[in-house]
């Protein structure tokens, strides 16, 4: 890509990764990219200037830092998929004028879509791919255009987009980036390429009554991968959709409406009454099959399995049954025998840090009745104590285990299928910002987790940012293969929990300063914060899942 030449001056800017490389003053980030191209191994598609995410419209007008951002993060594979999806969605408004597409969840290695009460065919989604590979070859530019907030309102009211009209009332700013393609308006919560031109790699799968959008990812940034279906977690993500609705909030400006009208109390009550008649639900199941000795419960961090834990089991004592715990914490083997990871570090999540065995052994003795000693492990020294307490089941009764490797059956090898009952815990997330733009369940979870380590532990948002790409990596390798091994689904997610989580969060990641990489994930959460209006957390019940991250929990806190 060619540069203007009737620049005076040229700059000096240091690409991480790639060295410095000098360039004319105004020369845009996407310029910049075109001179590295045949060094890139990925597509580019936003760059990190001095700490601060831009796109590739970006003007570098001083001596800077720059850091690429391509489809083999998952900040770029983000930006390459909402590109792909604004596509989407205008291909299907030319197809289809009189119904709106919804973007409602992932699902495996893809994006879960509707067309609002309109089934696809085979030959509907073979147009809408036909439609969206012309606009690649057409290389139509989206537009980026800041427009005040009330023409914005004026032109979604004409588009019959009254989901973005009605969200736009909780918006302090007086101006709105909202981005234009072939005509059509949208709007979202983060950058876009500049054309369609690089928006080639993509698949559309029918996935009846919706389909399912496929881009590049971390795992696959070339391209798209196979696609792996996951019929148990379709349907909860269709339970929670469910009951979104039917609490009357598809996205937040309904939700913020509900706020605003004094109906937040009866909204906490309702979505705390639908998780207790889904956790009754679960224990009654149980209960019904005399031949399960074992529950093993797993989820992803910040899924509240804790608080699950404990509520399953007071459901289960109605139920007049008398279950034990067994924590993993005590499985451990020594630490000199701790696997390592890649970086040499101890991984403590990999299964082989377990003492299987013996763990697989105490579990059979006592299902079998025997009384065994439960072993202490040492987190100062590293080291097990073999004998640290004494256990026995009572006759017929339960046992349950909560951890990362539950659904995986290499925990729990010597237990019969047959004995076993596994249940996935995740929170995914019921609410969407509006039809375009879902919230993704992993940041959810990172604004629990953050709350919850400042809280519990003293930790900084920014120690807790730093962790998060490690822990979301275990979870890549132990517990999402594994999620289709469940016998039950429960989603631990809450309508109503960004709002609350709001007032806790927003502070700590402000005190995140441009100086440091964090600040790019601090200022795309806080900005993504800002479409909720805050609520207390007074109404919020003791036992509620969202207890385990702000307090107050009746449970151990």
């Known amino acids: 890509m060619a540069i203007s030449s009737f620049q005076s001056y040229d700059i000096n800017v240091n690409v991480r990764g790639y060295g410095p490389c000098v360039v004319p003053a105004e020369s845009t980030a996407a310029e910049l990219v075109g001179i590295l191209r045949d060094r890139l191994p990925y597509r580019v598609v936003a760059v990190i200037v001095d700490n601060m995410l831009e796109d590739l419209r970006f003007v570098l007008d001083r001596d800077c830092e720059v850091e690429l951002v391509d489809t083999s993060s998952e900040m770029g594979a983000r930006i390459y998929r909402r590109s792909v999806v604004f596509m989407l969605i205008r291909a299907c408004r030319a197809l289809f004028p009189y119904t709106e597409l919804i973007v409602k969840h992932s699902l495996s290695n893809g994006l879960y879509c509707e067309l609002e009460d309109m089934p696809l065919s085979d030959e509907d989604i073979d147009q809408i791919q036909k439609r969206m590979r012309e606009y690649v070859v057409q ?21 019959c987009q009254l989901d973005k009209v009605e969200l736009l009332e909780y918006r302090d700013k007086a101006t709105v980036h909202v981005y234009e393609l072939d005509g059509y308006y949208e709007y979202f919560y983060g950058y876009m390429l500049p054309n369609t031109s690089g928006l080639d790699s993509f698949r559309i799968i029918n996935y009846p009554p919706g389909m399912i959008l496929q881009t590049p990812d971390v795992n696959n940034p070339d391209g798209t991968r196979p696609f792996t279906d996951l019929p148990k977690l379709f349907n909860v993500y269709q339970e929670a959709k469910k009951w979104a609705v039917m609490m009357g909030t598809p996205h937040v400006a309904a939700f913020n409406q509900i706020i605003q009208g004094g109906g937040l109390k009866d909204l906490i009550m309702i979505n705390e009454a639908l998780h207790e008649k889904k956790i009754a639900a679960i224990a009654d199941q149980i209960c019904s099959d005399s031949a399960i000795r074992l529950v093993t419960i797993a989820g992803p961090s910040s899924s509240g399995k804790t608080t699950f834990a404990n509520r399953l089991m007071i459901q289960l004592r109605a139920n007049g049954r008398r279950p034990i715990t067994i924590s ?14 890649e970086n040499g570090e101890f991984d403590f999540e990999a299964l082989e840090a ?11 003795r006592l299902i079998d009745g025997e009384e065994v000693e439960i072993p202490r492990y040492d987190f100062l020294t590293g ?13 017929g ?6 951890g990362i490797h539950g659904l995986n059956e290499g925990l729990t090898f010597s237990v019969p299928s047959y004995q076993k009952f596994r249940i996935y815990v995740s929170a995914l997330t019921q609410l969407n910002i509006d039809y375009s733009n879902r919230i993704p369940t992993t940041d959810s979870r990172l604004i629990r987790r953050i709350v919850r380590d400042h809280r519990v532990r003293g930790y900084s948002a920014l120690e807790t940012l730093g962790r998060w790409r490690s822990v979301r990596r275990g979870e890549e390798r132990n517990i999402f293969p594994f999620q289709e091994n469940a016998d039950v689904m429960f989603n631990s997610s809450l309508v109503y929990e960004l709002a609350v989580l709001k007032p806790y969060i927003e502070p700590l990641l402000a005190e995140i300063k441009p100086a440091v990489r964090e600040y790019v994930e601090a200022t795309a959460l806080l900005k993504f914060l800002s479409y909720f209006r805050p609520a207390e957390g007074n109404f919020v019940p003791p036992n509620s899942i969202l207890r385990e991250f702000i307090g107050g929990s009746w449970f151990k806190d």
């Not at 993993?328 to 990871?341: A, E, G, Q």
Request: glycine share 0%.
């Open 139 to 159: 290389d139509v530019p989206i537009n980026k255009n800041v427009i005040s907030r009330e023409e914005a309102r004026r032109i979604y009211a004409r588009q």
């Open 397 to 402: 009764e339960l046992i349950i285990v909560e």
């Open 383 to 395: 080291k097990s104590q073999r004998r640290a307490s004494k256990l026995q089941l009572p006759p």
């Open 354 to 364: 377990l003492q299987l065995e013996l763990f697989n052994e105490h579990l059979c």
């Open 328 to 341: 993993m914490d005590n499985y451990f083997v020594d630490r000199d025998l701790t696997p390592r990871d």
